[in-house]
């Protein structure tokens, strides 16, 4: 039977959180600390985690995102070198071995999701920053994969492979409440870490 491994990224896959990390990477650590301030300002944003990583994203309107890739790149090199978890490692590679498919599903950004999934060899979902004329136009585009979006974002990726749900033996692996529908909807779910 055809088998598909979803893995979460930070925390998962990870030992710690990455979004923070690469906007303070990209913007310093002080023009970061002065966003987060304004968005604690507005209750509404900051208790919706989707409204709360738009409002963070914006940061990036008008940064070229060749520029921005190219530190994605440097940044996911970094996390595969000394970021990773041993345990949750090793289950991918026996998916690798097995000959599974291999799906990292995230809600961190895709330039370094990509970077990430390029060198562990798999594939990746991720929140898509939006770009008009190779600047990032501070928007999302698709919106954040979390939650339920995770499974839409999993089946639509299923569907470029001509493989209806039904057809494969899908687990999933995550370590959070943004991971909960994902783990529901596979038919092996593995919790990382403490609950």
């Not at 530190?71 to 970021?83: N, T």
Request: proline share 1%.
């Amino acid at each position: 039977m055809t088998r598909l491994a979803c893995f979460d990224l930070d925390g998962t896959l990870t030992d710690r959180d990455c979004f923070v990390r690469f906007l303070r990477a990209e913007f310093g650590l002080r023009r970061v600390t002065a966003r987060f301030s304004r968005m604690l300002v507005s209750p509404r944003t900051w208790r919706n985690r989707d409204h709360a990583k738009a409002f963070m994203c914006e940061l990036f309107r008008g940064r070229d995102s060749a520029t921005v890739e190219a530190h994605a790149r440097e940044f996911g090199a970094y996390v595969v070198q000394h970021w990773l978890r041993d345990a949750t490692m090793k289950s991918l590679e026996h998916h690798r071995q097995q000959g599974d498919h291999i799906l990292i599903v995230s809600a961190s950004l895709a330039p370094y999701v990509a970077a990430i999934a390029e060198l562990l060899g798999v594939q990746y979902v991720a929140t898509e920053l939006s770009v008009m004329s190779g600047c990032y136009t501070g928007g999302i585009e698709g919106g954040n994969c979390r939650g339920i979006e995770k499974v839409h974002r999993a089946s639509a990726f299923l569907k470029t492979l001509n493989i209806h749900r039904s057809d494969i033996e899908l687990h999933a692996y995550g370590d959070s409440a943004g991971d909960s529908a994902l783990l529901e909807w596979a038919d092996y779910s593995h919790w990382v870490g403490k609950r």
